[in-house]
């Protein structure tokens, strides 16, 4: 063979034993790639860490490639809103899908933290979720996140003592007042009625109900805020007399947050108690003080009015700067799918924001109740939709705080809010 086809044929082979090797290279590499890793970021959740894990799992392995790192925040939402806010400004990467509140996504869209989910929520499925928590995420027109649970404002009650003193389910705050005043007469040591006054966000959504089933709120019918309404200043001096003129309502509603009211109530401590849908399979659970002794309806309202409950629930978005945003996307999707919303129904107690698993045959034989609650998320109403609403609460807060304790009447606190606010929203119309 002359020397320049030998010199030929062995570059060839040369060659060809590379891209043999450098494939060989790729090949183990892709065949041992480590799955990338999605952290999730969310407050404590009914059920224990088990239940989430085990929904995560089963997500893993579903998708394999994508690992869930699932992080829990502090129980108090003030502060997870401060951890988002904090991270949030600074770019933060250290998690991808994050868990908030309904009264927060406007304010983080309008700061660009949030990716939009106009593609991965298409307008067909929204069709089947409530209209209170589809508006919530949605800003300007984008959608920014999924709803993920609903919550809406009940009353429980203690049917088998009403049973007792046959004295039927109040349909009025008035018809409340006086049957926990008869029940407590003949039962010392109960409460009457218990709910939710410390100054947080709670209260917040407590005095809204009594507003808003008095004919009044904080938004006027030409979509302005106006606080100072006479149906306004009856509310909150309603609430002032449960606890030091009714006295069904003790102090210390006026430091008791959810989880105070639901250890009272479910160790079989009051007659009454405002709380959110979550408490019911906690009453039920073997060994539970209450169990089979406890009704849940609608919230009452003023004679001649309607019930209203304030619109509360999670929201799943996913963080604007995550490495990982398709694969966020897809746990997004994924927990707030059909079949995840009817689990957390069934194991953890949260309502589904979708509106035709209040048909599953499933999930009504296991949870009958689930029925009522339809009607009570259908009409449940937001607080004033604005990303400066975590301005606007922390003046709420602290005067409907001084109303219900006493220390300034209804109306200079209202006085006081309505200044305030106008003060926020001249930002907003900048």
Not at 37 to 46: D, E, R, S, Y
Not at 168 to 176: A, G, S
Not at 376 to 383: D, G, I, Y
């Amino acid at each position: 063979m002359p020397h320049k086809t030998l010199r030929r044929f062995f570059a060839v082979a040369s060659m060809l034993v590379l891209a043999i090797a450098l494939f060989a290279c790729k090949a183990q590499k892709e065949g041992t790639q480590e799955a990338i890793t999605i952290v999730f970021k969310h407050g404590k959740l009914a059920g224990g860490p088990e239940a989430m894990r085990l929904i995560l799992s089963r997500f893993e392995a579903e998708n394999p490639g994508i690992k869930v790192k699932d992080e829990v925040l502090p129980a108090s939402t003030d502060e997870q809103h401060q951890f988002y806010v904090i991270n949030l400004e600074a770019r933060s990467q250290e998690f991808d899908v994050l868990s908030m509140d309904v009264i927060w996504v406007e304010e983080f869209a309008r700061a660009g933290w949030l990716r939009p989910l106009d593609e991965v929520f298409p307008p067909e499925e929204r069709r089947d979720f409530f209209h209170g928590p589809l508006s919530a995420v949605t800003y300007r027109d984008n959608v920014y996140a999924i709803p993920w649970y609903i919550d809406a404002g009940l009353l429980y009650y203690r049917k088998d003592l009403l049973e007792r003193y046959s004295l039927p389910v109040p349909r009025t705050w008035e018809e409340l007042v006086s049957t926990a005043r008869a029940i407590m007469k003949e039962e010392r040591g109960l409460y009457g009625f218990i709910w939710q006054g410390k100054q947080y966000e709670g209260l917040v959504c407590n005095v809204m109900e009594y507003m808003w089933s008095r004919g009044g709120g904080l938004i006027g019918e030409d979509g302005r805020f106006n606080a100072l309404k006479k149906e306004n200043v009856e509310a909150l001096r309603f609430m002032y007399d449960l606890i030091h003129t009714y006295r069904v309502s003790p102090p210390l509603v006026t430091t008791a947050v959810e989880e105070t009211t639901r250890h009272i109530f479910g160790s079989g401590r009051a007659i009454f108690m405002r709380n959110w849908p979550y408490a019911w399979n906690i009453f039920e659970r073997e060994g539970s003080p209450v169990k089979g002794k406890v009704g849940v309806t609608v919230l009452p309202a003023f004679s001649g009015y309607r019930s209203a409950s304030t619109l509360g629930g999670w929201q799943l978005g996913v963080n604007r700067y995550s490495k990982h945003p398709e694969a966020a996307e897809k746990l997004v999707r994924y927990l707030t799918s059909y079949r995840v919303q009817k689990e957390m129904s069934i194991k953890m107690g949260y309502r589904p924001p979708r509106r035709s698993l209040y048909r599953d045959e499933e999930l009504r034989k296991v949870q009958p109740f689930i029925v009522r609650l339809y009607d009570v998320f259908e009409h449940a109403r937001p607080r004033p939709e604005s990303p400066f609403y975590m301005m606007i609460t922390q003046v709420l807060q602290p005067e409907f705080s001084a109303a219900i304790t006493g220390l300034k009447s209804p109306e200079e606190a209202l006085r006081s809010i309505q200044r305030q606010v106008e003060h926020i929203l001249t930002m907003e119309e900048r």
